[in-house]
């Protein structure tokens, strides 16, 4: 039975490309929806992108067809837009949302989709049906994240193991193993850790007790995510933790280390999404190194850790100007970052197609880090399981260019721990 889409405005921001995977059902654009699409493109966010981008998808769906009228647009899916205004009396407010809702009312076996949680509840309160977009959700639950790693147990004398590890995992328990997923084996009563490269082999992982700028492991969580950052060959690594769990010292740290130490890589570029943490204080005074200052306090805290103390961080700063810059996410479309270090923190709150474009911009001989805690999300819209973070640390877990480790044990102080679990 053909069923009714409605598509709100934040559905439709949140993906471009929404319009298409309704199979074998009707999909309707409410004329109120096209108005606020209208408002929102003319930002410079990737709301305003996405905003521009839908726009243009529906004009192509339309271009000889009336789209009053609708049209089929494959897959057994009929495109219309909706241009009644008419109220129904239960959403009679002057508001947009009134708008949408009334027309959802009209159709029978209507459900609208929304990204607003408000907007749900409102419709259900009413005895409309609305549901979330949830297309591109790879894990339905946070709780179901890809780990990066795993615990086994051998029995003795395992065929081919030892504490060097195994030549070729095929035919064995690790064959399982994703590429660069590190496990820790119990093995005749010793407990050692070792990580499955792309090329089937099974190796050791040494990096527990070498301190990589001022740096050490505390935990073998930490271990994991030091044997991918290091490594020059995985080029993109996802790092999810709590409050305190070290991601971002962690991969700024290996970040110094490749390029100021080791010259695996030229430059290091930080990028951090605009995105205030309660209510927004407004524009900011200054430079656009002052305007940015606030918004990189965490970074700046975590290299005044690992650089000597003899050297103050704005003169570190100056000294390396050439191999280190501190940028809002905001600035790197359109760029090409090559032989680049590339750290993105707090990326729990960027949407996939976010994700995308900044993932596409690492050219030859470089390297994509990004970092966050997926219960610290400020982005509207976004929730555990659909961010960009854990879509890439799923959806990456087969490739053998990647690597992923969930930090759950916070080290930054027993309080900032506890804060972490009981608030």
């Given at each position: 039975?053909?069923?009714?889409?409605?598509?709100?405005?934040s559905?439709?921001?949140?993906?471009p490309?929404?319009?298409?995977?309704?199979?074998?059902?009707?999909?309707?654009?409410?004329?109120?929806?096209l108005?606020?699409?209208?408002?929102?493109?003319t930002?410079?966010?990737?709301g305003?992108?996405?905003?521009?981008?839908a726009?243009?998808n529906?004009?192509?769906?339309?271009?000889?067809?009336?789209?009053?009228?609708?049209?089929?647009?494959?897959?057994?899916?009929?495109l219309?837009?909706?241009?009644?205004?008419?109220?129904?009396v239960?959403?009679?407010?002057?508001?947009?949302?009134?708008?949408?809702?009334?027309?959802?009312?009209?159709?029978?076996?209507?459900?609208l989709?929304?990204?607003?949680?408000?907007?749900?509840?409102?419709?259900?309160?009413?005895?409309?049906?609305?549901?979330?977009?949830?297309?591109?959700?790879?894990?339905l639950?946070?709780?179901?994240?890809?780990?990066?790693?795993?615990?086994?147990?051998?029995?003795?004398?395992?065929?081919?193991?030892?504490?060097?590890?195994?030549?070729d995992?095929?035919?064995?328990?690790?064959?399982?193993?994703?590429?660069?997923?590190?496990?820790?084996?119990?093995?005749?009563?010793?407990n050692r850790?070792?990580?499955?490269?792309?090329?089937g082999d099974?190796?050791?992982?040494?990096?527990?007790k070498?301190?990589?700028?001022?740096?050490?492991?505390r935990?073998?969580?930490q271990?994991?995510?030091?044997?991918?950052?290091?490594?020059?060959?995985?080029?993109?690594?996802?790092?999810?933790?709590?409050?305190?769990?070290?991601?971002?010292?962690?991969?700024?740290a290996?970040?110094?280390?490749?390029?100021?130490e080791?010259?695996?890589?030229?430059?290091?570029?930080?990028?951090?999404?605009?995105?205030?943490?309660?209510?927004?204080?407004g524009?900011?005074?200054?430079?656009?190194?002052?305007?940015?200052?606030?918004?990189?306090?965490?970074?700046?805290?975590?290299?005044?850790f690992?650089?000597?103390?003899?050297?103050?961080?704005?003169e570190f700063?100056?000294?390396n100007?050439?191999?280190?810059?501190l940028?809002?996410?905001?600035?790197?479309?359109?760029?090409?970052?090559?032989?680049?270090?590339i750290?993105?923190?707090?990326?729990?709150?960027?949407s996939?197609?976010?994700?995308?474009?900044?993932?596409?911009?690492a050219?030859?001989n470089?390297?994509?880090?990004l970092?966050?805690?997926?219960?610290?999300?400020?982005?509207?819209?976004?929730?555990?399981?659909?961010?960009?973070?854990?879509?890439?640390?799923?959806?990456?877990?087969?490739?053998?260019?990647?690597?992923?480790?969930?930090?759950?044990?916070?080290?930054?102080?027993?309080?900032?721990?506890?804060?972490?679990?009981?608030?």
């Amino acid at each position: 039975m053909r069923k009714n889409y409605i598509l709100d405005t934040s559905t439709i921001i949140y993906d471009p490309e929404c319009f298409r995977v309704f199979n074998g059902n009707n999909v309707i654009i409410p004329i109120k929806v096209l108005e606020e699409l209208d408002k929102v493109k003319t930002r410079t966010d990737f709301g305003g992108a996405n905003s521009r981008r839908a726009i243009r998808n529906i004009d192509e769906y339309f271009k000889e067809a009336n789209p009053s009228e609708g049209v089929d647009i494959g897959k057994d899916i009929y495109l219309s837009i909706d241009n009644s205004n008419k109220r129904d009396v239960r959403f009679d407010r002057e508001e947009n949302d009134d708008v949408i809702l009334s027309c959802a009312s009209r159709y029978k076996d209507s459900i609208l989709v929304s990204k607003d949680i408000a907007m749900r509840l409102r419709a259900k309160s009413f005895g409309l049906k609305a549901q979330d977009y949830t297309n591109d959700k790879l894990i339905l639950e946070a709780n179901d994240i890809y780990k990066g790693y795993r615990n086994m147990t051998l029995e003795e004398n395992y065929e081919g193991f030892d504490e060097v590890g195994l030549d070729d995992c095929s035919g064995t328990i690790f064959s399982e193993l994703y590429p660069n997923e590190c496990v820790q084996v119990n093995f005749n009563g010793n407990n050692r850790i070792y990580r499955k490269y792309p090329e089937g082999d099974l190796r050791p992982i040494v990096q527990t007790k070498k301190a990589v700028y001022n740096v050490k492991s505390r935990n073998k969580e930490q271990a994991y995510a030091l044997e991918l950052l290091l490594d020059k060959n995985v080029q993109l690594v996802t790092l999810v933790g709590k409050a305190g769990s070290g991601k971002t010292l962690l991969s700024i740290a290996s970040a110094l280390d490749c390029v100021l130490e080791d010259g695996k890589f030229d430059r290091i570029e930080i990028y951090r999404p605009i995105v205030s943490v309660g209510k927004d204080m407004g524009y900011l005074p200054g430079t656009l190194q002052e305007k940015l200052d606030p918004w990189f306090g965490a970074i700046k805290n975590a290299l005044e850790f690992v650089i000597p103390n003899s050297v103050p961080l704005e003169e570190f700063l100056y000294m390396n100007q050439n191999k280190l810059r501190l940028e809002a996410i905001s600035y790197i479309r359109g760029k090409s970052l090559n032989n680049t270090f590339i750290i993105v923190d707090e990326c729990q709150n960027l949407s996939r197609q976010e994700v995308k474009t900044i993932i596409t911009r690492a050219g030859f001989n470089s390297k994509v880090v990004l970092t966050g805690d997926i219960e610290q999300i400020d982005g509207m819209y976004l929730d555990a399981s659909s961010n960009g973070l854990s879509y890439v640390a799923e959806k990456f877990k087969n490739s053998k260019l990647s690597g992923h480790v969930l930090l759950t044990k916070g080290e930054r102080s027993a309080l900032a721990t506890e804060a972490a679990m009981i608030l």
